[in-house]
DNA sequence: GTGGTCTAGACCACA
DNA sequence: GTGGTCTAGACCACG
């Protein structure tokens, strides 16, 4: 991996973001141990300390915990990884329904274009 | 305006997607003149060349036409305006799915969710 | 093959143009790999932005397809080089018809003087 | 008029050649006077020197004669004007052949293919 | 290696 | 002024 950030998030947020979506896609499961720092710096082709800030806001978040001289590892915490991917959700839903009010999709229409994507592909 | 581009498209891409929307929008009418290439260039701080090759494919896709010395103007074509329409459609309800899968939510989710956010507007 | 082109036509087309005679005389057998772009620039004494636009338009108009990272493949499709083989002949009629007009030779005469000219070869 | 010439033929055959056809069209009435070789190289974007070799080259073809301090004028002699309308038509319609050649036109199409051309301008 | 995109800057034709 | 073409050179993604 290297180097592919949007310009409107800080990228230590981007990087919380994608350990999220890992963890529930359970490329992360819990209680595994992340990278380290140092690694992971490397794998995402950022400065180490951008990681650490992201590290420490997911201990802030209860998604992980640090153990000294260990590493860091995710928190086994359904409810909590249940509402963040509530929020995250809710996001993705409002910037979809942007882009469809944006090129003049009225609301009543995209339930039903969503609907007929979804059965167009079974 | 200024530079804010996603990394993912190529820039002219994405030029010519917001010069449809414009249109769709009713911000370009037709047939309105769109801005001189050098004025668009400077407007979305990009490089001439890329204003031009947008422009380009824009004629390409019949949705404006230029007039050599005089400048790039929308044609009127509703037909074909819709048919963009329901393509840029696809490409983000595409998109969304995509990004809803990623974060685990299952496809019979989704339509309840898109529904519960709607009507939380009202 | 070094720098050789019509003043008229812009040399991008003039080099779709050739690969289109070159796959009409087999030369360029499908599916076959064209030179790469870096290749036919030195080839033709010509930046590789403008072979670059030339593989393009050619992409556009369904004879070659470009496999990144590949190279860029002749598409077998004999229905279609028939028709840009009719376009073609089309053009080259035109100006011969316009060049002849141009000299003071009337229709009625040209059949007859490219009669003459066929037979004179046998 | 201004620098707009093959890379094929030399500058002042092509001057030849232009003023030929001018004199075939009626433009160049005989016995007119053509433009001073000054005024000719201003209005050809050229150097005098090389419009002096046309008309040298004019004056040896028969098709024009100096006069001492009064300019150069073209010569009424229709049976040569009509020699070279025939080689210029003969190298014409030689180009067309081998164009339509490369295209892969057989010489039994070529003709049925100009018919076509001609009759459908009715 | 491949093709694809972008910038910087030039020159052209047309009006 | 306008759009259209071309060069030179850079960086990117893909394989």
Redesign the interface.
Known sequence: MSK????SKPIYMQIVDQVV?DI??GKQKSPEKLPSVRDMAVKMGVNPNTIQRAYGELERMNVVETRRGQGTFVIENNALLEDI?LS???E??????N??N????K?TE??T???H??NRGI
């Open positions: 592919e950030f949007q310009s979506i529930l896609q991917k995250l959700q809710e993705i839903i409002e910037d979809f329904i882009k469809m944006k090129i003049g999709v609301q995209i339930i274009q969503v609907h994507f979804l």
